[in-house]
C-alpha cells in the first residue's frame, strides 16, 4: 500500500480566463490636446492676426478628434478559449483561435502598435487601432492561450 505522503496529485490545468479589452473615444488626453490645439489657433487669430482662412486651414485636423468627443465610439477585443473577436464603430470581426498561426505586433515610428493576425491559411487580418489592447495585456492573454506572437519594432511598412 503506498505512503499517502507518496502520492502525488495530477490536476489538470486551468483554463485561461477569458481577455476582455474594451475602450472610449471620449477621454481627457484628447479634450486636453483639442483644447491646447484650439488655444493655440485662437492665439494665432487674436496676436497674429492670421487670416481666417489660414485659421480654417489649421483647424481642420481636428475636426476627427471633435467627433471623436461628441460620439464617443467604442472599441474593444475580446480573447475567449475558442474565438477572438474585435469591434470598432461599425466595423467588427471574429476569428477561431484554431486558424490563428500567429499574431504580429508592430511597432511603428509614431510609436503606435499595429496587430496584424497571420492565420494558418496564410491570410493576413490587421486588426483595427482602437479595438488593440495595451501589448504588455494582450501578450499574456496570448500566452495564457498558447497563441504565438512576435514582436517587431519600427518597421516602415
Do not use: C
Not at 29 to 49: E, G, R, V, Y
Not at 105 to 133: C, E, Y
Request: net charge neutral; no cysteine; glycine share 8%.
Amino acid at each position: 500500500m503506498p505512503d499517502p505522503g507518496d502520492i502525488k496529485e495530477s490536476n489538470p490545468p486551468l483554463p485561461a480566463a477569458d481577455y476582455r479589452f474594451r475602450r472610449q473615444g471620449r477621454s481627457l488626453a484628447l479634450a486636453l490636446a483639442l483644447a491646447a490645439w484650439l488655444l493655440a489657433l485662437a492665439a494665432l487669430a487674436i496676436f497674429a492676426q492670421a487670416s481666417l482662412w489660414l485659421i480654417a486651414l489649421l483647424g481642420l485636423p481636428t475636426l476627427p478628434g471633435l467627433y471623436e468627443l461628441g460620439k464617443n465610439p467604442q472599441s474593444g477585443l475580446d480573447l475567449t478559449e475558442d474565438r477572438l473577436s474585435w469591434f470598432t464603430g461599425s466595423l467588427q470581426g471574429a476569428v477561431p483561435v484554431f486558424q490563428i498561426a500567429r499574431l504580429r505586433l508592430d511597432t511603428r515610428l509614431d510609436l503606435s502598435v499595429g496587430a496584424t493576425l497571420i492565420l494558418t491559411s496564410g491570410d493576413k487580418l490587421r486588426l483595427p487601432q482602437p479595438a488593440t489592447p495595451p501589448v504588455e495585456a494582450l501578450t499574456q492573454a496570448l500566452d495564457a492561450r498558447g497563441i504565438p506572437h512576435e514582436r517587431h519594432h519600427f518597421s516602415l511598412f
